[in-house]
Structure formats: C-alpha cells, structure tokens
C-alpha cells in the first residue's frame, strides 16, 4: 500500500520527479517574476500605445464643393448656392437653365451639342474686398442673361448650347486652388472650355490664370516640367484692366486696360473747362495690386509733365492699417501743392476714406476740387462709406468722375459705338430687365458679366464651326480661336465694340466718363477711347 505523501517530504513534479524544497521555492518566485512583468507590460502597452486613428472628417459641402479653411468653394451647377441671401433666387434660374441643356443634349443625336463656361470670381466678398455683394449678383445676373440669349435665342448662333457653372475661389491661395482641382475633375464630364470672370487685377489673380490657361502637360521635347498640371481651358476676364496682364497666354479680357483709361482721363482733361488745371496724383503703392500700380503710371505717362502739380505722387499704402488716418495728415501736403484735379489712383474702397478728410481739407474751400478715379470708383455706390461720399460731394466743393467700363447713359451718347444685338438684351422688355426687375445697371457689373460670357460664346461657336472633328470643342480649341475675334469677327458686346489684339486686350474700347453727384446718381458725361474715338 502507499503512504500517502506528507507535507514534509518532497512532492514529484508533473512528471513524477521529486523536486526539492529550494527549487519550488524559487520556481514560485519565477512564476510571480513573470506575472508581474506581464501586467508591467500590459499597463506599458495601454499608456504608451499610439492613439487610434481618428474619423476623416467630412469636408464635402456638395457634390464639386468641397470646405477649405472653414469656406466652401468649388464648382455648382447652381444646386449649391455659395450666399443664399445675396445668390439664391439667381442660382435657382441657373440651374434650371443647366437641367434643360443636359436634357435636351441627351435627346440630342449630335455628339457635341453641349459644352460648358465657368464663372469664376470671389461669390463671397470680405470686408476688404473691393467688390462688394450688390456687384458680385449683377455680375452673375450678366452672365446668366448671355448664356439665356446665347441659348434661347438666335442672336449668336444655336449650337453648341452653354451650360454655365459656377466657381467660389474664396479668398486664399489654398481654397483657390482647390476650386481650380475641381474645375479639373469636372472637365471632361461638363465638357468645359473656358473660364470666364476671373476678379480683379491682383498677382494672385495672374497666378490663378496662368494655371487655368496652361497646357496640361508640357509640349513635346519640352524639358520644363511644371508645379501643377495646367487646365488647358480658354480664359474670358471681365473686369480685369491692369496693363501687367496683356499678354499672358489663353487670355483674353473684354475691359479696356488701364493706359486706355490713363489716356482716356487725360483726354477729358484736356477740354477748355480743365486745360490750364494742376493735377495731383494719389497713388496706392500696395505691392500685390497690379490695378492701382499700372493706373497711376500710365496717367502720368500720359499726362502733360508741366501741369502736374507735384513731380511725384502722393503714396499711401492700402495693405497697412491706417488708411484713413494716413489720408488726413496728409492734407497739408495736399494744400500746400494746391491742385485744382487729383487723380486717384487707388481702390474704390479707399475713396470714401479719401474724400472725407477732403471735404475739411485746411485750405482753399472755395475752390472746386475735382476728383478723377479709375474703373473701380464704379464699386463706391454700394459700399460702405458711400455717405461719407455724397456728403464731401454735398458740402465739400468736390466734383467726383471716373472712367467706367459699361455704363447705359453711353448708349445715347454714342449710338455708333454700340450697335449690336446685345443692347436689346438690357433695354425696355429685354431679357435682363425681365429676369431682375428693379436691378440697376449703374455700376456696369451686369454689363460687363454679359460681354465676358458672350466672348466666349462667340469663341466657342466660332471653333465648333472650324472644327473638323462633328463639332467637338476643346480649351485648347477656344485657346486657338480668340486671335480670330477681330474685325468682321469682333463681338459687339453690351460695353461696345471688342476686337482683340495679339496681347488679348480689346482695341480701342469704349471708355464712359462717369460722375457720381451728390444726391448719389450715376450718369455719363462722354464716351471716350484710346485717341479719343471708340471703335464702331
């Protein structure tokens, strides 16, 4: 029989080994060793393990929309609407012209009868901008109004038809180009050729379209490889002036530049009323603004050197604060050279800061004082500060004029310099007045939008007539064909005549003299050009 195994005699392992007391005591030890370093680890693992991957977030606004730097920007159809305020109501009348083109396109046994313009601009204007909401819907509310008659009527031809697409740039580099990859990714499904609009006159502005107009890849035996794929898309600017853009590849611009405009003032102050007046130039000297830069060079390039009252301008600075401050201390100065005309090359946005300290200006208010601005004077009657304006007009001894872009009081004054079907599209019963009654035309937004996307229209039709290929229309196509729009060809645009030359600027453009009075009304005192006489 067995004895039973007692506590003081050694126990067999597993394995019927007898282990002696100094092993379990130590195999006991190893096994709480192991223990403990095993939960040591497993704390270390769960203090020090990375953190899981966080959820991407959504920043899709809409379908081509996306959310850069809290904004959304891209490119609609007019189904998402950048400012539903200012925007809704003419997006909504976008879109359903859109659906009908895509419905009608795909009954359609043409391959081509359908392509596609994108308007292009900051939708959403910030306080420093210096267009303003009211100028942004009429511009739009423009060139809605082409793409109806371009569509709906037989003014210009019928096909292809024009889908117009609507692009949100924001106001940075970033949300820029991602509208710029939208407009890529949408390209070969809308079948968009040109890009019209396009802002203002501003170095990021020509970045913005070099990469619009550039090849998508670079020539054949071309060693240069560039940053970002070009969009290989034709480019129509609205209200772009600045003499710095003539000549960038793929543009064209239906405003005249600003040394038209130069010569333009300067022409207008020669008349019997201004001849042996002294004139002042106040100049912006921002760096990044090829608008202001090139509008005080070119007047004083155009200007008679003995009748200025001072050899160099009076620079400010619009990109520090302290504009308006600045414009206050300098009043003295201004007195002491006692000009009878300032010329002020600058923002509007700045005028009302300008004229303000002008109005109890210390010297001379006796004597009348005339203002004379450039194109963007026409944004003033809707911005901020306009009061400021009519009062300095009102109580200051100050006359204020500018050279517009469009304006309808040229219509009567030169009737030979605007001939054409477009003029029908703004009067009595057009379509414009029909689709946005009680909209003004004052500031020549609406006008110009209208003749941007109307260039374009003509570029379009005129490379599909060419075509040898069913009508099929590409960027590059239109590229190719705005050297064409010239002479017997020129678009007779709402804003006069535009024939392009080689650099892409129009040719003897119909430049309005326009004077903002005190009651805050708009009306045009000539139509003037380049040597004096628009084209006919």
């Not at 709480?32 to 704390?43: D, H, K, M, Q, Y």
């Not at 946005?349 to 194109?375: E, H, M, T, Y």
């Not at 017997?488 to 535009?498: C, D, L, M, P």
Request: net charge positive.
């Amino acid at each position: 029989m067995q004895r039973p195994w007692s506590r003081s005699r050694p126990r067999p392992d597993d394995w019927g080994v007898v282990l002696p007391p100094w092993w379990r005591r130590r195999r006991s030890r190893v096994v709480a060793v192991v223990v403990a370093l095993a939960v040591l680890a497993g704390g270390l693992y769960w203090l020090l393990r990375p953190d899981p991957p966080k959820p991407v977030a959504d920043t899709s606004c809409a379908t081509g929309v996306e959310r850069v730097g809290g904004v959304c920007v891209g490119v609609t159809d007019g189904s998402y609407v950048f400012d539903k305020k200012n925007l809704g109501s003419l997006f909504a009348k976008i879109r359903q012209e859109n659906t009908a083109v895509e419905a009608q396109s795909t009954k359609s046994d043409r391959p081509n009868s359908r392509v596609s313009v994108v308007y292009l601009m900051s939708m959403v204007p910030g306080e420093k901008d210096s267009n303003t909401p009211d100028s942004v819907r009429h511009e739009i509310q423009g060139a809605y109004t082409a793409q109806m008659e371009a569509n709906r009527s037989n003014k210009y031809g019928d096909l292809p038809k024009i889908k117009l697409l609507l692009a949100h740039i924001g106001n940075g580099a970033a949300q820029a180009s991602a509208t710029l990859e939208q407009i890529r990714l949408r390209t070969p499904k809308d079948r968009i050729v040109a890009v019209a609009g396009l802002g203002t006159s501003t170095d990021a502005t020509e970045g913005l379209i070099r990469r619009i107009t550039a090849e998508k890849k670079p020539p054949e035996g071309s060693t240069e490889k560039p940053a970002v794929p070009g969009l290989d898309l034709g480019a129509v600017g609205s209200v772009l002036t600045a003499d710095t853009l003539s000549g960038v590849p793929g543009l064209v611009r239906v405003a005249p530049v600003n040394s038209d405009e130069a010569f333009a003032a300067a022409a207008f102050l020669q008349q019997k009323e201004y001849a042996k007046k002294r004139v002042l130039v106040v100049q912006d000297k921002r760096k990044d603004d090829q608008y202001t830069k090139t509008l005080g060079d070119r007047f004083l390039a155009a200007f008679p050197k003995n009748r200025l009252a001072a050899a160099e301008p009076e620079m400010y600075d619009s990109s520090r604060a302290g504009v308006a401050t600045a414009f206050k201390t300098r009043m003295s100065t201004i007195c002491a050279a006692k000009p009878d005309v300032i010329y002020f090359a600058g923002r509007g946005i700045d005028l009302p800061r300008f004229l303000a300290p002008l109005k109890d200006r210390p010297c001379a208010k006796d004597r009348q004082v005339l203002v004379i601005s450039g194109d963007d004077a026409s944004q003033t009657a809707q911005a901020a500060g306009f009061q400021d304006i009519k009062d300095t007009l009102r109580h200051g001894n100050v006359r204020l004029v500018y050279t517009g872009l469009a304006h309808p009081g040229s219509w009567t004054l030169r009737p030979d310099a605007y001939g054409g079907p477009a003029l029908s599209s703004f009067g009595p019963g057009g379509r414009f007045r029909t689709s946005f009654k009680g909209e003004a035309l004052d500031d020549g937004q609406a006008i110009m939008g209208h003749d941007a996307v109307l260039t374009a229209v003509a570029g379009i039709r005129l490379a599909a007539a060419n075509s040898e290929t069913n009508g099929t229309v590409t960027g590059s196509d239109v590229i190719q064909i705005w050297g064409s729009l010239s002479g017997t060809e020129a678009v007779h645009g709402a804003s006069g005549v535009i024939s392009f030359k080689n650099d892409g600027s129009p040719e003897q453009k119909a430049i309005p003299i326009i004077e903002i009075d005190a009651s805050g009304t708009v009306h045009t005192l000539a139509v003037s050009a380049r040597g004096g006489k628009p084209l006919t």
